[in-house]
Structure formats: structure tokens, C-alpha cells
């Protein structure tokens, strides 16, 4: 078992940045190739980026390219999501978890560690 807790969420006008954080307890961290998730009012919830257990590869979904940066510190446990030039499309509750497995390519399903979620809020 795996336990996820997300923070650093928050209000934020648009074009603004943020800093999410995910700290894992439980299993060793490193064993798993992580990702970000969110799920906005009505929506279900949709893939926004990974990392490879070693963090030397990443993937996103096309409509953060550029803007979020995923990265991992295993020594602290803990996952990041950086979040610049913020949409009031990007608002929504976000999520981390581990990942089945890790590709270059394409986005991965999740294994069903979901932790509470951190909301953002981008205001226009």
C-alpha cells in the first residue's frame, strides 16, 4: 500500500504559476513510476503527466506541454508538479499516484492509491 498526500494548490490569476507537491509513504517510492492527475467540476478525471521511477524520462498530456514540469526527489519520497502561464482550463483538483508502468509515449493507467487531492483555482 501506498499513501499519497497532495498540497501546494491554491488560487492563482491566470498566467500565474504553482508549485504542487505529492509525499508518498508506505512502499518504496522508487519502485514506481508516478503520475498527475485532475478532475474538474463535471469531468472525469484526466492523465496530466509522468515520471519514470528514476526521473530521467517524463510524458505529458498535450495541453500542458510546455507549461508543467513533473520531476521527483525518491530521497524525500516526494513528486512535483510546476505549473507556469496557468489557464482557468487548468483549474481543477489534482491528484498524484502511482503508476501500472511508466511509457515515453503515451499516458498510463494509475494503480488505486488516490490520496485527498489539492484544488487549484485559476481565476481570469
Known amino acids: 500500500q501506498v499513501q499519497l498526500v497532495e498540497s501546494g494548490g491554491g488560487l492563482v490569476q491566470a498566467g500565474g504559476s504553482l508549485r504542487l507537491s505529492c509525499a508518498a509513504s508506505?512502499?518504496?517510492?522508487?519502485?514506481?513510476?508516478m503520475g498527475w492527475f485532475r478532475q474538474a467540476p463535471g469531468k472525469e478525471r484526466e492523465f496530466v503527466a509522468s515520471i519514470n521511477r528514476i526521473g530521467t524520462s517524463t510524458y505529458y498530456t498535450d495541453s500542458v506541454k510546455g507549461r508543467f514540469t513533473i520531476s521527483r526527489d525518491n530521497a524525500k519520497n516526494t513528486v512535483y508538479l510546476q505549473m507556469n502561464s496557468l489557464k482557468p482550463e487548468d483549474a481543477a483538483v489534482y491528484y498524484c499516484n502511482a503508476l501500472t508502468y511508466y511509457s515515453y509515449s503515451r499516458d498510463t493507467p494509475p494503480l488505486n492509491y488516490w490520496g485527498q487531492g489539492t484544488q487549484v483555482t485559476v481565476s481570469s
Open positions: 508506505g512502499r518504496t517510492f522508487s519502485n514506481y513510476p
